[in-house]
């Protein structure tokens, strides 16, 4: 069977796409669109996709709907060029926006041939956005969503799948339980995409200056980081750093120098039901978390003793921290990661049978 695996971002920043290659690479031929956006090198094609079409044009993360439309229009006529020419059995469509774009071809030629793997919701506060969503679920073969908070939105004969943000990663550098790095400084750790400025700029003034922590930034550094970065410079905060970006098999290296993950962000529409890699990372590296209060993941940490939620403007933000890191109880802790994992594993596992069975249909 051919299949192609329609992304909408650089390989770089869909590490979820690897789930398929994996499940699928051995018994199908697997075709890859991915969106350059920025003209930087990218990470490799992974190991069993044989063949790999990239749409270059550049377009910033933070920029307006009405401003990234005709881009859109232009990833939607490379991407129906490739479909047309290469004629694939099923597809996979890593986001809903790539969805959206071809939903033409989806709900008719591709009807019940391919896969929906949902994973944020981008502009579901429109109405008209939600009735395509909801059109894209219907017409599709199988159906994913990476969080309970997302089920809302979406409508499958078949039913929709827990399919959770989770990267498989070694983590045997910490031994099966969790322990601390460090007493002082706490090493406080955020990474990926750095946004949501706001916040961030909170958690800087909080900890920037406090001799008892530590705050790194890993991640893409953009306009939002530009200017954080020179936040920090102008505070005169020496014990806040910024990295740069990584790949996805470098975050064991720099989980194990890290003892709280930053997991704070603010809580609009996108985020507020989101579930995102760090939480389920957090688990992977027994490493407790700080969230957002009110958020799905606040809410998640609290009730299953992984972390501390938090709002990010209290004056007290930083002792609230410290006081949470030294209270750990290190045994009761570790089991509490255990326990989510095995339930976040079991989801995932389900999901994986319900893909490997929808390619193996005629």
Known sequence: MKVLLLGFVRIAHMPYMYDYVSLLGRKHELHLISWNRNGKEDAPVPEGVSRSFVFEDHIEDADPIQKKLPHFARFRKFALGVIESEG?????????????????????????????????????????????????????????????????????????????????????????????????????????????????????????????????????????????????AQCGYGN??????????????????????????????????????????????RLPQICTKGSIMGDEIEAKGLGLAVDYESEFLADAIANYFTGIDLVEFSASCADELASVLADNERADEAILSFFERV
């Open 88 to 232: 694939y059995d099923r597809i996979v469509v890593l986001h809903s926006t790539p969805g959206i774009t071809i939903l033409d071809q989806l709900s008719g030629r591709y009807q019940d041939k391919y896969v929906l793997d949902y994973r944020d919701v981008s502009h579901e506060n429109f109405g008209f956005y939600r009735r395509l969503i909801l059109k894209l679920s219907q017409n599709a073969g199988l159906v994913l969503a990476s969080s309970p908070s997302y089920l809302k939105y979406l409508r499958n004969a078949g039913g929709v799948y827990l399919k959770h943000n989770l990267l498989k990663t070694p983590y045997e550098h910490r031994g099966e339980g969790a322990y601390r790095c460090s007493d002082t400084p706490i090493r406080v750790r955020y990474w990926g995409m750095i946004r949501h400025e706001r916040a961030n700029r909170a958690m800087i003034d909080a900890l920037g200056g406090d001799s008892r922590f530590e705050l790194h930034y890993n991640g893409r550094e953009e306009e939002v980081a530009i200017r954080l970065k020179r936040h920090v």
């Open 240 to 285: 806040v750093f910024f990295h740069g970006p990584y790949y996805p098999d470098e975050r064991a290296r720099f989980a194990s120098e890290t003892d709280i993950v930053h997991n704070v962000y603010e809580n609009d529409f996108v985020t507020v039901g989101a579930m995102g890699n760090k939480y389920y990372d957090a688990l992977q590296f």
